[in-house]
């Protein structure tokens, strides 16, 4: 059911970006998974009363059914509203509930891609400390240079208003930094003047 809310969400998305209305058959299965949704809420309180809130998985269900249900409430109120159809997408945060109860090869991959998710966290920092490294010296070394040639000759960075003061504190370094190396956008303008 969760894919099939998936599909109906990526087809209404679509209508809605080619300025289409949504097809009233959406509408209605939409409002037929919320249902279904809010009675499996409704009998996880009966089952589980109040313990129902010690569970982050029962929690997280009642957030995301409740933003639906306003987020339809809303839609048959003001039809159409684009700043309010975004919450819908919410909806799709109930995909891990798939791998909960789903085949145990795609429970291991879902554990896996979360003890990858960490690495890369562990390594996006150590790069950031890195870059923040050079971009102590690029202050220190290269703003005094960049400086000097805006003052001889303003014209020598044509239109490029970044280009003059690539490295003019440490916040800026870091940002040049990153979107040179990392992004390697712009490299030219920056280092080839």
């Not at 991959?109 to 971009?135: D, P, Q």
Request: glycine share 6%.
């Amino acid at each position: 059911m969760i894919l099939w809310n998936l599909v109906l969400l990526v087809t209404a998305t679509n209508a809605r970006a080619g300025d289409e209305s949504v097809p009233w058959w959406i509408r209605v299965i939409n409002g037929l998974i919320l249902c279904a949704y809010l009675v499996e809420i409704i009998v996880k309180v009966l089952v589980y009363g109040k313990n129902i809130f010690c569970s982050l998985y029962s929690v997280f269900d009642l957030v995301v059914v409740t933003v639906g249900f306003a987020v339809l409430c809303l839609d048959v109120v003001y039809d159409g509203l684009p700043s309010i159809s975004v919450l819908r997408v919410f909806r799709i945060l109930l995909l891990p509930r798939v791998f909960k109860i789903s085949i145990s090869e795609l429970n291991a991959m879902g554990r896996v891609f979360v003890r990858t998710c960490r690495a890369v966290f562990w390594g996006m920092l150590l790069m950031l400390m890195a870059l923040l490294v050079w971009a102590l010296f690029a202050v220190q070394l290269i703003h005094p240079v960049c400086k000097n040639l805006a003052k001889k000759d303003p014209s020598v960075f044509g239109e490029c208003q970044h280009c003059a003061n690539p490295f003019g504190n440490v916040f800026r370094a870091l940002l040049t930094l990153v979107h040179t190396v990392l992004a390697g956008d712009g490299w030219s303008n920056v280092h080839f003047p």
